[in-house]
């Protein structure tokens, strides 16, 4: 996994130093809030509805137990006992006092972590494949790649004021988990015939207000143009994206406003400039980062454990953890274990401190120390032996992190919604409870199969509703909080943005319109291999209307 | 009838402004304000503790009052003088005072 250099670890500290000037300057009256708040934003530090709230990066979801034990101290000494991750595999504190965050941000950099590029109108934070690094299916690790773009984007002086944020992610593998597509810039690793590694790229990508599928502009960049064919598009986007309306603003508006052939001859244009300059990636510099990311020693094993089968065939939690919560690793005898962060009936992404401490034990003990934030809201131990399976859902049972639903209803993703968020206009996090209370049986999640649930409390989408096979936005009526559902989207590589079904429904009514939907599909499934979305996408929104409203 | 509220610069605490130009942390503590005028004094009381570095974020919201306790019309405001509905543990509500 990449180690600090010793610029990361100068900048970082510097950037802290800064930060605790910058406090003390407000704290004197030296500083106005409205100077201040774009200096503590750079920092990752918004002011909630109850308190203030610290997004503390995590890039492209993956840290060590040292690190998630750090994070179980901060939520334990400087908050209230609890962090919150999220859909950008961050991980968020709800309650730090503005006097205590510069102390936090040096804790963090004593672990390598910081706040930076978690806020602001610049390059956020590269996210990745949860999975990276382990899956079968994957071409090559994501993650020097996304390292690699860290490091150009890290405090970027032309890129520090861009029109509005920009997000980029990089996925390894031909399956997206990395929901590459509704991204500023997406990257898609391939081979091609003459098995050379390069990028699949989309642009303009996105959620929020304006959803949209990102524009192919690449089918295959090669691996030494990554960087001077990013800095190609953040260019254009710098120099032509809008600035007279925040809502508009992103680089998805002006690809919409300009057209794709045109912008991409702009791009292109742009890059034959730069493409042979500094940015140009020298092979030895991709291979010396790619050594940072070598995977852990693994003997390769035997593809089926014989403690795992017989424990199988007598417990039928291990056995529904086993079904859903592995993803296949490239070597025989291993696998990739989700650790869900999804309780029945509790709140998606919050962990406690006593459990990421348990998580950082796991990962020593039981995962080569490698741990992984997914965008769905989970943590995943991505090195795992077969052998090790029992011993291990031991201890997550214990830990209250066991439940075997990645991927079906319950494992829904929330945004905090206005149980926090200044800018919601509803709750989030009680609809998605109560939804798993509802559908929370192992055998109803089970006959129900694949089904991702996404709630967002407002239009800005960070629940990211619109990529929901079902999404759930939260909006207010008259006062009163008020749901609209979208059928249909998804966020794989097969990406699609919702349709709204019909008129909304209030907090009361929303539950059983979700079942009704999926009582709907179930009655209408060619058979259990069908999922929701393929239902959905072969007989379309009809039936589930007519369920919702009636005939028409 | 309108109170106005901010955070805290300090630590984040949502409160509002009450008698004799104090921040109290309880909605039902807070002054009323009825009328433009009105909430205009108290708006400028609050950019006034904004320049001291008391509080940020200041604004109106509308309330009522049943039975002589002041309560928050808006849902969001609701939450804010409780605390999140998701942990009845935290937030002004896992206080031992009346809300």
């Known amino acids: ?552 | 009838m309108k109170v106005i509220t901010a955070n805290r610069l300090l630590n984040g605490d949502v409160v509002w402004l009450g008698e004799n130009q104090n921040w109290v942390e309880r909605v039902t503590l807070a002054k009323v304000f009825e009328g433009k005028d009105a909430v205009a004094s108290g708006l400028e009381v609050g950019a006034t503790a904004e320049k001291n570095q008391e509080v940020v974020g200041v604004y109106e919201m509308d309330v009522t009052i049943e039975d002589g306790v002041i309560h928050p019309v808006r849902l969001r405001e609701k939450i804010r003088a409780a605390g999140p509905t998701t942990h009845p543990e935290f937030g002004k509500q896992a206080q031992a005072v009346s809300v």
């Not at chain 1, 984007?153 to 593998?173: Q, Y």
């Not at chain 1, 600035?243 to 002006?254: F, M, P, Q, V």
């Open chain 1, 1 to 552: 996994m990449y180690r600090y250099d010793e610029f990361d670890a100068s900048f970082v500290n510097q950037r802290t130093e800064q930060f605790k000037d910058q406090v003390r300057r407000r704290l004197a009256g030296e500083l106005s809030e409205d100077e201040f708040k774009p200096l503590r934003l750079m920092n990752g530090l918004y002011l909630q509805l109850h308190a203030y709230m610290l997004r503390v990066a995590i890039p492209y979801g993956t840290l060590n137990s040292r690190q998630m034990r750090k994070l179980a101290h901060i939520a334990r000494t400087y908050d209230k006992g609890y962090g919150h991750f999220t859909t950008r595999q961050n991980i968020q504190f709800n309650w730090p006092k503005l006097e205590d965050t510069p102390k936090i941000l040096e804790e963090l950099a004593e672990v390598e972590m910081h706040a930076i590029q978690t806020s602001g109108n610049c390059i956020r934070n590269v996210t990745s494949d949860h999975f990276a690094g382990a899956a079968a299916d994957e071409v090559a690790d994501p993650r020097p790649y996304a390292e690699i773009l860290r490091q150009w984007s890290s405090l970027h002086p032309e890129f520090s004021f861009l029109p509005r944020k920009f997000k980029i992610a990089i996925t390894g593998a031909p399956n997206d988990r990395a929901a590459v597509q509704v991204h500023d810039i997406g990257l898609q690793l391939v081979r091609n015939d003459n098995d050379e590694i390069g990028f699949v790229v989309y642009v303009g990508g996105g959620l929020g207000r304006t959803p949209m599928i990102g524009r192919k502009v690449r089918d295959f960049l090669p691996e030494e143009d990554l960087l001077a064919y990013s800095e190609a598009i953040l260019r254009v986007y710098n120099r032509y994206g809008r600035r007279d309306n925040k809502y508009k603003a992103r680089i998805k508006i002006l690809v919409h406003e300009t057209g794709l052939e045109e912008l991409k001859a702009d791009i292109e244009a742009e890059f034959e400039k730069i493409r042979y300059g500094v940015l140009r990636l020298p092979d030895e510099e991709v291979r010396r980062i790619e050594a940072y990311f070598a995977p852990p020693p693994l003997e390769v094993g035997s593809a089926t454990s014989d403690v795992v089968e017989a424990r199988r065939a007598s417990d039928a939690a291990f056995a529904q953890f086993l079904k859903h919560n592995l993803n296949p690793h490239r070597v025989p005898g291993y696998t990739s274990v989700t650790l869900s962060m999804k309780p029945i009936g509790g709140i998606p992404g919050d962990a406690s401190d006593d459990q990421m401490d348990v998580i950082a034990d796991l990962a020593e003990q039981y995962g080569h120390d490698e741990l992984r934030i997914s965008h769905e809201q989970n943590v995943i131990l991505p090195h795992v032996k077969l052998e090790d399976l029992p011993a291990l859902f031991d201890k997550l049972v214990a830990a209250e992190i066991a439940e075997g639903n990645a991927g079906l209803i319950t494992d829904i993703i929330a945004c905090p919604g206005m149980d926090y968020c200044a800018l919601a206009t509803a709750r989030s996090i009680p609809v998605a409870q109560r939804i798993s209370e509802r559908f929370g049986t192992a055998e109803r999640q089970s006959e129900i199969g694949e089904l991702k649930i996404k709630i967002s409390g407002c239009i800005n989408a960070c629940g990211h509703h619109h990529v929901g096979h079902i999404g759930i936005l939260g909006l207010e009526k008259k006062g009163e909080e008020f749901y609209q559902v979208t059928l249909g989207g998804s966020a794989n590589e097969n990406a699609s943005i919702g349709e709204i079904v019909g008129r909304g429904f209030s907090s009361e009514q929303v539950v059983d319109a979700i079942e009704t939907l999926v009582d709907t599909y179930l009655g209408l499934r060619t058979g259990n291999e069908e999922t929701f979305l393929e239902a959905y996408r072969r007989v379309g929104e009809e039936p589930f209307k007519e369920a919702l409203y009636g005939a028409a």
